[in-house]
């Protein structure tokens, strides 16, 4: 795969790097690994959330009220 950045964000990854110890490779892997935690864990988020506003729907009404 061929990664195509502009001048700005190679130098930004070449900086982050090289902050981290870790090749510009082993830097992008690590961002994509960490972004799909974090999608992961909001969707988890949500659909807890979803279940908690079920669950307590009339609670919650009422305290509205």
Do not use: C, F, P, W
């Not at 902050?19 to 690590?30: D, F, H, K, N, Y």
């Not at 961002?31 to 079920?54: P, T």
Request: proline share 0%.
């Amino acid at each position: 795969m061929t990664l195509r950045l502009n001048s700005d964000d190679e130098r930004l990854l070449a900086e982050l790097a090289e902050a981290e110890g870790i090749s510009r490779q082993a830097l992008t892997i690590r961002a994509i690994h960490e972004m799909a935690e974090r999608r992961g864990h909001a969707a988890k988020v949500s659909q807890a959330s979803e279940r908690a506003r079920d669950r307590y729907a009339k609670l919650l009404e009422r305290l509205g009220e």
